[in-house]
């Protein structure tokens, strides 16, 4: 079975540029989490969707911050303009909540600012 | 507030010393407890889920227990393969947020 998948795996980008992260959730999956980690504060949850809809933003730390959610099974998150201090790695997860099920990761995107 | 406390940040063992990790949490209420591995470069990988108080899991040399209060991964007899940074986390009875800790980077010498 396909897991989640996220692309690119790596982003080189100068400051100041649009930078757009992808995410394809797992097949059947109705949630869907944005997370940054860093060695200093680890994993962050940014947002998270259900049905293709925002539920929780509180985590996006600033307006040039944005995340959408098409359709079940494409997501984005977008940075623009972009700084150096956002520099990290980008995970996407998935998960149904039926049951109480666990997030399954993608290997995220790692995001370096110059 | 809920909140996910793990301790050791880093812990290194010779082969074969078995050890345990530890995940302490503060909920509401819990509706699961998940470990996860997580290795350079890749993203969590789930190991385990536990729902009550008692529970145990095990997969090779890896245990999971719960109480009320906090969680441990125990590790017998590790191997240098087992090296790795050990995740755990903690979905409340209200909402659909997990909420992680910051993770035990374990290292196996052999």
């Known amino acids: 079975d396909a897991g989640v998948i996220q692309s690119p795996r790596h982003e080189v980008t100068e400051m100041g540029q649009e930078v757009t992260l992808r995410c394809k959730p797992i097949?059947?999956?109705?949630?869907l989490f944005w997370y940054r980690q860093t060695m200093m504060r680890g994993l962050e949850l940014l947002i998270y969707?259900?049905?293709?809809?925002?539920?929780?933003d509180s985590g996006m730390p600033e307006d040039r911050f944005s995340a959408k959610m098409p359709n079940a099974s494409f997501s984005t998150l977008k940075i623009q303009p972009s700084e150096p201090r956002d520099s990290a790695v980008y995970f996407c997860?998935?998960?149904?909540?039926?049951?109480?099920?666990?997030?399954?990761f993608g290997d995220g995107t790692r995001l370096s600012i110059l | 507030e809920d909140q996910v406390t793990q301790s050791p940040e880093a812990l290194r063992l010779q082969e074969g010393e078995s050890s345990s990790l530890n995940c302490s949490y503060t909920v509401s209420g819990l509706r699961g407890l998940f470990w996860y591995r997580q290795d350079p470069g890749k993203g969590p990988e789930f190991l385990f889920t536990l729902y009550s108080a008692g529970e145990e899991k095990e997969k090779e040399r890896l245990k999971a227990t719960l109480t009320k209060k906090e969680s441990f991964l125990h590790i017998t007899a590790p191997k240098p393969e087992d090296s790795a940074t050990y995740l755990c986390a903690v979905l409340p009875n209200t909402g659909n947020q997990f909420y992680f800790g910051t993770g035990t980077s374990l290292t196996v010498i052999p």
């Open positions: 097949s059947g999956h109705d949630y």
């Open positions: 997860a998935s998960t149904s909540a039926s049951s109480n099920q666990p997030q399954h």
């Open positions: 969707f259900n049905n293709n809809v925002p539920i929780d």
